[in-house]
């Protein structure tokens, strides 16, 4: 069942009901200030850090869910409702939500009363315009009075919702005109406040949730609203909130238009007020001035479109499927984009102030963005390195504000480090930018102690080398990728976090898993060594990735796939041994994707293992069998009952790496069909089921073996926005951004005829037509650049800023005798 449409040529997906089976969101800003908004106007906004800067407040886990937000009530003679139906939830005569890149604009219409709110963040600016247009559809002459409604959170989100006895008293505003400044703490350090401000004189206000709304009341029947009648009050202490009163008449078929903005300031400690106890407000007035008219709102938001179809135009499909062409053109790096912003902070699933940007998974987003923003890649770059210790080992997390490594959650995920190296690698490959392996990083933040880029990524290969276990393979330590595979854990204490807890020393636990990514990764160390003219060390990384690859083979192959780990007792993981968790995906694809057993046959075998046993109509569980009680040996991954998360749920992140495996081995049919099971508009048609957004991927779906079987969970910030574009991008469709550039190398379904792809690469446009005349997968037969035939795969930078034609044509190549 469908909730709604993808507008394509608006680049929006179309919601036709606010009942949607879950809060369907969007993300506001690009820079410095974020919102959250979803499809019935809640959400909440931050300056750069969820939990440290927020402006509003927002209740996680709520009743009902998505309950809170800014919202615009209408009052209408003794009738009063919400456009976007919460949190009011009056029946409303026409809804519709439209989630575009960077603005949402929600409608609803109830007794001839048409209201919309248009909500986006413009670029470079700190704060939230909503422009609310009301339109008389009646034909009776209509007098209404306009609420709007912010609650705001006082700055730091785990103080607000925890440190009650000191925040029930801090809370101050002022009012001036028509704005409402929220100021608590700004008498001592903060040198921050918030406004939130409409273009019109105003016929009242309230600044006191407990006035607006009552003691008694929820945000459905504010006491301010249902009366009509707004109380002036001035919050002091207590829970400051922001609401204006608009009276507004408006003849048959009139419309107006209120241009309200939720901004943030900070001021020099110099220039913190305007006389005693009075707050600055000249920075807060310059931006109100910005958006006094409507051509503001018009012009910033055509430019934030602009700036979208810029980002979007780097990596364009066209083919015979027009949800292959949503995703990859407009969808899919969008969340790139989102998760580049967010890491893994805020969400409707992530709280904005549990975790900060995680080590292993800023380097994995950038695969999805760097094409993107490649100076903010830089930029990510150096600050993820920076958090790096000198012994190679990482940070797990760090703070996006003060970008210093988290000290609560510490290292020791073994496989954290080598993703620096994949990270820094997509990015030259990009961008041909060696440079940045010269530029000089700290360890641990410490800006005495630095090193160069390219010697972090040394200590990233070696930090591997030197934590080997009895077989020869990588010791897992705390954990790899699989967060909840924990060796070295046994937590059998309630309240000991899995994440942080390690009780056993570990130096026994390995992982296969990290042998993969080694492999697959090493390369790229030893291609940057040559590069930079130092050929024994490149001579000695190789050594060590062979090495590797043969111990992987020797030791880290059951038989008909890889093997998981071997645990603190040497016992394996992920085996035909085990009678649960027999089969996991991670090292099925990684392994197969860095090469090990192709030749051996041994890759065909693990993939085809995963099809048997792991492969579901939704997508690719994590494992099978999932476990059925608590291992004390391997932690979280068996605290979850079967088929959710880690034990044997969908896990969407790793579902790509089977896809690119695929391809490794050719079969592109396969491929293809595992990336069309999980791309979230493929999955449109069963959003009843699926539950979350069909324009994002969510972390996870449950799997087979779980009650509900098919539902997901945790959309938007994920790492699978950015495996799924590699997957589709490089690996399906083939283009593939390389040290001296472009490599075309598609591996498609077999009945494909053609498509198109534009790239644009290191300054040039390459406009790249593929045709499968013989209907294969994978090989190419001839390459055609601007109209003269190439040798090999790789379209070398032209430099000359122009548009190229490429000509490629899928088949065997034919040798010329
Ligand atoms: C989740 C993992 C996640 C980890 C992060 C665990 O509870 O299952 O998916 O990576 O927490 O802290
Ligand atoms: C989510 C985490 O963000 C990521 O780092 C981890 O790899 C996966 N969960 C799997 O546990």
Known sequence: MKYGHFDDARKEYVIHTPQTPYPWINYLGNEKF????????????????????????????????????????????????????????????????????????????????KVNQLAFVPLGYNGEVHQV????????????????????????AYDDMTNFQRNLNTGEVEIQDSVIYHKTEYRERRNHYAFFSVNRPIDGFDTD????????????????????????????GWSPVASHCLELTLQPGEQTSLNFVLGYVENE??????????????????????????????????????????????????????????????????????TFNMSRSASYFESGIGRGMGFRDSNQDLLGFVHQVPERARERILDIASTQFESGGAYHQYQPLTKKGNHEVGGGFNDDPLWLIVGTAAYIKETGDFAILDEQVPFDCNPDNTATLFEHLKRSFY????????????????????DCLNLNCFSNIPDEPYQ?????????????FIAGLFVYTGPDFIELCRRKGLTEEAAEAQAHVDTMRAVTLEHGFDGEWFLRAYDHYGQKIGSQENEEGQIFIEPQGFCVMAGIGVKEGLAEKALNAVQDRLETPYGIVLQNPPYSKYYLNLGEISSYPPGYKENAGIFCHNNPWIMMAETVLGRGDRAFELYS????????????????????????????????????????????????????????????????????????????????????FRGDTYVIRVSNPQQ???????????????????????????THQVEVVLGVKVALV
């Open 677 to 760: 099971k999980i791309a979230p508009a493929y999955l449109e048609d069963i959003s009843d089921v699926h539950r979350t957004e069909p324009y994002v991927y969510a972390q996870m779906i449950a799997g087979k073996d779980a009650v509900r079987q098919g539902e997901a969970k945790n959309s938007w910030l994920t790492g699978t926005a950015a495996w799924n574009f590699v997957a589709i991008t490089q690996s399906i469709l083939g283009i593939q951004p390389d040290y001296d550039g472009l490599r075309v190398d598609p591996c498609i379904p077999a009945d494909w005829t053609d498509f198109t792809v534009t790239r644009v």
């Open 463 to 482: 930090h591997v080398i030197e934590n080997l276990g009895p077989h020869g393979l990588p010791l897992i330590g705390r954990a790899d990728w699989n």
């Open 209 to 236: 949730r407990e006035s607006f709304l009552g003691l008694y009341n929820g945000l459905d029947t504010p006491q301010v609203v249902t009366s009509g009648e707004p109380s002036n009050s001035v919050a002091s």
């Open 776 to 802: 294969i997968s994978k090989g190419i037969a001839s390459i055609q650049l601007d109209g003269t035939a190439i040798d090999g795969n790789v379209l070398p930078v032209i430099g000359d800023g122009g």
């Open 34 to 113: 974020f919102g959250l908004i979803s499809n019935t106007g809640g959400g909440y906004a931050f300056y750069r850090d969820a939990r440290l800067r927020r402006l509003t407040r927002y209740r996680y886990n709520n009743i009902p869910v998505d309950n809170g937000g800014r919202y615009f009530y209408v009052y209408d003679e003794g009738d009063y409702w919400t456009p976007g139906w919460m949190p009011v939830k009056k029946e409303l005569d026409a809804y519709e939500c439209r989630h575009g890149l960077g603005y949402t604009s929600i409608t609803g219409e109830r007794h001839g009363v």
């Open 133 to 156: 247009t009301v339109t008389n559809t009646s034909d009776q002459v209509k007098r209404i009075k306009l609420f709007s409604f912010v609650e705001f959170c006082l700055w730091n």
């Open 500 to 512: 942080t807890t390690q009780n056993i020393e570990g130096r026994t636990a390995e992982s296969v």
């Open 269 to 338: 400690e110099a220039d913190k007020w305007e006389s005693p106890g009075i707050i600055n407000k000249a920075p807060a007035l310059a931006m109100i001035e910005q958006f006094a008219t409507e051509e503001d709102v018009e012009r910033s938001l055509a430019e934030l479109k602009a700036y979208w179809e810029r980002l979007l135009s780097t990596y364009a499909v066209a083919s015979h499927d027009e949800k292959l062409n949503r995703m990859v053109n407009i969808w899919n790096p969008y969340q790139c984009m989102v």
